[in-house]
């Protein structure tokens, strides 16, 4: 199968003079950028098997469109049953990853590109969820799953008695929490940047329903030890008025969790990855002091009104 064919059978790639394959990510899909007229396109060619999930997505980035969400336009979305292909054709959406130019950033810079994408997170949050889940019954799962299996890795967490009290002290939190669309992945690598500014929000192809709040932990995981003036933004911008008792809590509670799971999809899925991935969870027990505390010690007040 040659992948000039392919893209020759997609309606909105007609005329096509210049195809590049994109190499990011951990998608199962093979992904390209296609130049039509001098304009260029994103292409995900998925195996039918995600047909569904894929055709979903289309929709929500319609819905997304109609919230106001600066991400990629949904353009076409064809079927390439010869080939057991699905191609989803969406804009392309220009500039770099916020993770690779926001050292160049001066705090302030860095502090307004988070509160814009904190308030692009509330939008998101806005669009209807395509299905309602129990979200208390599906977290507990989730977290029984990796704890069992990294019970059985060679490494374990310091102080981990502290962590797991912490845990079982907060999961009453998860009963009723409202469920919206998630991003699921939203971090400063799946935030573009042109000219040192917000350009949009990528990579939906992830995306889950649940708690809101659920999707802050990646501040903890990643966007947090690349730029502390961003995650502050990024909460401010999402909030109208100061986080309350209940965010921070069901914030430390994600981020506890997320450090079992972390250690568990690393080894299995990007080992090499390993010793980096123990950076990141040495930050989080730090940032909370072995989850003696649920607000991380990098979030103040002061340091907000001083980057304002």
């Known amino acids: 199968m040659r992948i000039v064919d392919v893209i020759s059978q997609v309606p909105s790639l007609h005329g096509f003079t210049q195809i590049t394959k994109v190499d990011k990510g951990y998608s199962p899909d093979t992904k390209y950028l296609v130049t039509v007229d001098e304009k260029c396109y994103f292409v995900r060619l998925s195996d039918l098997t995600y047909h569904e999930k894929r055709k979903k997505e289309f929709s929500l980035l319609q819905d997304l ?15 390439l049953s010869n080939d057991n292909l699905s191609a989803m054709v969406v804009s392309y959406l220009e500039g770099t990853p916020a993770d690779e ?3 160049e950033l001066s705090d302030s810079e860095q502090f307004h590109l988070g509160l814009v994408a904190g308030k692009e997170l509330r939008k998101i949050h806005q669009v209807s969820p395509p299905h309602m889940i129990n979200w208390e019954a599906t977290q507990l799962k989730k977290f029984s799953h990796y704890f069992k299996s990294y019970q059985q890795d060679p490494y374990q967490i310091p102080q981990e008695t502290k962590l797991l009290s912490f845990i079982d002290k907060q999961l009453p939190l998860l009963r009723q929490r409202p469920i919206t669309l998630l991003h699921d992945d939203f971090h400063l690598g799946h935030i573009i940047c042109k000219q040192r500014s917000f350009n949009g929000v990528i990579d939906f192809n992830g995306y889950d329903v649940g708690d809101p709040y659920h999707d ?3 501040l903890a995981l990643f966007s947090r030890r690349h730029s502390i003036p961003f995650c502050i933004g990024q909460i401010n911008g999402y909030f109208s008025s100061a986080p309350d008792d209940t965010f921070w809590r069901l914030y430390a509670l994600y981020a506890a969790m997320t450090v079992f799971s972390t250690i568990v999809w690393t ?4 080992p090499q990855s390993f010793d980096d991935a123990l950076e990141r969870i040495h930050l989080i027990l730090q940032d909370h002091d072995y989850f003696s505390s649920a607000k991380p010690l990098w979030y103040s007040e002061e340091f907000t009104h001083s980057l304002a």
């Open 65 to 79: 469109a109609l919230q106001g969400v600066r991400t990629h336009k949904a353009i076409d979305y064809t079927l």
């Open 101 to 103: 130019i926001i050292q």
């Open 216 to 218: 802050f932990y990646n």
């Open 267 to 270: 080894r299995q899925y990007d």
